[in-house]
T-cell receptor, first 115, second 116 residues
Framework: AQSVTQLDSQVPVFEEAPVELRCNYS??????LFWYVQYPNQGLQLLLKYLSGSTLVESINGFEAEFNKSQTSFHLRKPSVHISDTAEYFCAVSAGTGNTGKLIFGQGTTLQVKP | DTGVSQNPRHKITKRGQNVTFRCDPI?????LYWYRQTLGQGPEFLTY????????KSRLLSDRFSAERPKGSFSTLEIQRTEQGDSAMYLCASSLAAGGLGDTQYFGPGTRLTVL
């Protein structure tokens, strides 16, 4: 079975500071990894995903995540956050028997950017 | 592209009543998923459709829950004899299968169910 652990439930940070949201996964098979973001009163949106190839993946709004197979991690980073980055962030894996593509999510991390 | 839509957005019901939610996926998306999200938790997988076929159901989906996707278009999720523990946000997502497991799932805004 697969599982995802997000190590921090809340991460407060000041505007323009760097941030790292941690994600570890457990799986006996190869996985695909995702970060979704949920802004207040909005639905989940894909931020970035790792399928194969380069272990460093980037989003259009400055976030990046690095797949580390040996540490089974997929931490999300941004060098300088904005107030508008305040949201709930979910790490997820896609794996399993057959080909369902179902996502297994972590518990979520609330990023609170302070002015 | 109108995105994934869900109706209603909010539903308040009394314990023991039946409720039905609807999800309209992005047109031509052949995969449709239902998830449930409780406060402070990430979404949990409930069930999955490939076109009109329901191919997987989670153990979370008790026999009070039933989902359909007639003609492979919209989907409905029905909960019979609701219980207070059913109170949650019910999320629908759709994707276009590209033959692998890395398809991007697009989520709807969810239906928030409150069982009194």
């Amino acid at each position: 079975a697969q599982s995802v652990t997000q190590l921090d439930s809340q991460v407060p940070v000041f505007e323009e500071a760097p941030v790292e949201l941690r994600c570890n996964y457990s799986s006996s098979v190869s996985v695909y990894l995702f970060w979704y973001v949920q802004y207040p009163n909005q639905g989940l949106q894909l931020l970035l995903k790792y399928l194969s190839g380069s272990t460093l993946v980037e989003s259009i709004n400055g976030f990046e995540a690095e797949f580390n197979k040996s540490q089974t991690s997929f931490h999300l980073r941004k060098p300088s956050v904005h107030i508008s980055d305040t949201a709930e962030y979910f790490c997820a894996v896609s794996a399993g028997t057959g080909n369902t593509g179902k996502l297994i999510f972590g518990q979520g991390t609330t990023l609170q950017v302070k002015p | 592209d109108t995105g994934v839509s869900q109706n209603p957005r909010h539903k308040i019901t009394k314990r023991g009543q039946n409720v039905t939610f609807r999800c309209d996926p992005i047109s031509e998306h052949n995969r449709l998923y239902w998830y449930r999200q409780t406060l402070g938790q990430g979404p949990e997988f409930l069930t999955y459709f490939q076109n009109e076929a329901q191919l997987e159901k989670s153990r979370l989906l008790s026999d009070r829950f039933s989902a359909e996707r007639p003609k492979g278009s919209f989907s409905t999720l029905e909960i019979q004899r609701t219980e207070q523990g059913d109170s949650a946000m019910y999320l629908c997502a759709s994707s276009l299968a590209a033959g692998g497991l890395g398809d991007t799932q697009y989520f709807g805004p969810g239906t928030r169910l409150t069982v009194l």
